[in-house]
């Protein structure tokens, strides 16, 4: 929003000043959140590369022409873009148009040109934090966020098998599909846009990008059915997307606040939603309506998990402590009702940031502000294991398929693997090959 309101006042100012629009500040962004999920290295539809202005430039199957661009984006030339979504507001074709008019000059600076490439290598000098772990169907492969790409790794560690680079900063969420065929990845690029990743695990291809919001979009899920992803976003909404067709098919506006967890039920109708207004909402996944709060509320919200097959949940955040909700209430809620709570786990040691259930609905993991990660039984509530090794926070756990490992990480850029029944550290690893600092100084 703040952002929305930012290029509002700077296409004012321009306009005041009678200055040209200029590429880097007025064109770039909008292109960026509306135009690159289809028009990207990974996606070249039409051919077109929309991700730096050669490609722009270069142009697509119909040759270069800024103006073969604005006919398309004006409708004078069909199918009309951005394909299958609103028009782009007047104001920035207008904007579009004058900046053609005054030439489609290029005026990205120098030293933001290499920042912005998106196919640029990928060179790391210090592991990246871990904002995002998840296991293959089969067990046998290890999902890692990285900067600008997602890392597939086979247990052992080492090299990782396959790198997938993308359009996104950051990677927030990794989802599978439970038949092993695709991979969600979500996240985005901070106040400019938020994109939901499809990626055809065989082939390692990416099949959809979706640039959605002018912000990053946290707690993405993947309906039991692989048909819809859920992610909540900065403008206080969770949106739902079709997964094979990238069309959003929901916005829901019930939060007060960004919300930064979903999480679908177990017959993928109904989604339950956390975020910093405290709230855990149920909501209608075929409709986008509103069914009632599940929460009492308390403190900040950031992670859900739910059951392997009930609609039962476990939810955590700034209060430290994770709480299992039913999805369901008996009664219609009072105020203050907590009618729907089963049981708290023991208060963490700090914010939990992080929860994952395991498949046989055996253990929860819970992960945050303090490098040690608990594991507890779900049906008891005491504890079974503590996961020492971390250096520092914890944004990422996930239990593998057959319940017997446990994957974590997060700021220290380090994956761990533990021991479910206890605690065991089994492996370590960076996840993203280093260089030098040094060697890459006296390269440039
Ligand atoms: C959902 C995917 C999608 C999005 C988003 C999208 N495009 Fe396209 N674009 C396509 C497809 C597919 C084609 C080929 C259309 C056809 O010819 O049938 C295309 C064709 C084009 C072409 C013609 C290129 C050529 O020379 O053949 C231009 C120009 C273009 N798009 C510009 C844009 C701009 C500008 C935006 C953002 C405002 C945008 N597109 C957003 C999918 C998309």
Redesign the pocket.
């Known amino acids: 929003m703040v952002s929305n309101r930012f290029a509002g006042m700077l296409l004012l100012v321009t306009a005041a000043l009678g200055a040209d629009p200029s590429y880097f500040r007025d064109v770039r962004p909008?292109?960026q959140r509306?135009?690159q999920?289809?028009?990207q290295p990974n996606i070249k539809?039409?051919?077109?590369d929309?991700t730096s202005y050669e490609g722009f430039q270069a142009?697509?199957?119909?040759?270069p022409g800024a103006t073969?661009?604005l006919g398309?984006?004006t409708g004078e030339i069909r199918?009309r873009?951005?394909?299958?979504?609103p028009p782009?507001p007047v104001d920035q074709i207008q904007l579009i148009r004058e900046w053609i008019a005054a030439g489609a000059k290029d005026d990205t600076p120098a030293e933001a040109r290499e920042d912005l490439a998106v196919d640029k290598p990928i060179v790391y000098t210090q592991p990246p934090v871990i904002n995002a772990l998840a296991f293959s169907a089969d067990g046998k492969k290890l999902a890692v966020s990285g900067n600008r790409e997602i890392l597939i790794h086979s247990l052992e560690g080492a090299e990782p098998l396959r790198r997938l680079p993308g359009l996104s900063d950051r990677i927030l969420s990794l989802v599978f599909s439970k038949d092993g065929s695709t991979l969600v990845a979500a996240g985005g690029t901070a106040s400019r846009f938020g994109e939901v990743q499809i990626w055809d695990v065989a082939s390692g291809k990416l099949k959809r990008s979706l640039t959605l919001t002018g912000d990053t979009v946290f707690g993405a899920s993947l309906s039991p059915d692989a048909s819809k992803v859920a992610v909540g976003c900065t403008d206080n909404s969770v949106r739902i997307v079709d997964a094979s067709s990238?069309k959003e098919l929901f916005k829901i506006g019930n939060h007060e606040n960004w919300v930064l967890g979903t999480i679908f039920g177990v017959d993928g109708k109904r989604i339950v939603s956390v975020g910093r207004d405290r709230a855990a909402k149920l909501t209608d996944a075929t409709s986008g309506a509103f069914l009632e709060n599940v929460n009492l509320l308390r403190g900040e919200l950031a992670a859900i998990a739910r059951h392997p097959s009930k609609d039962v949940v476990v939810i955590g955040g700034e209060d430290r402590v994770p709480y299992i909700y039913m999805m369901d209430r008996a009664q219609n809620m009072k105020i203050a009702d907590d009618s729907t709570l089963i049981r708290k786990l023991e208060r963490q040691d700090g914010s939990i940031a992080a929860l994952s259930w395991s498949a046989d609905g055996a253990h929860i993991a819970v992960g945050g502000a303090s490098p040690e990660v608990t594991i507890y039984d779900a049906e008891t509530g005491k504890r079974t294991a503590a996961c020492k090794g971390h250096q520092a926070g914890i944004y990422a756990v996930a239990f593998s398929p057959d319940g017997q490992t446990l994957a974590t990480g997060g700021f220290d850029g380090e994956v761990r693997l533990y021991r479910v029944a206890t605690g065991e550290l089994a492996k370590e690893f960076i996840p993203v090959p280093i260089t030098g600092g040094e060697n890459l100084r006296s390269r440039r």
């Open positions: 909008i292109i509306q135009c999920g289809c028009h539809s039409s051919n077109l929309l142009g697509g199957q119909h040759g073969t661009l398309y984006i199918p873009m951005p394909l299958g979504q782009l990238g």
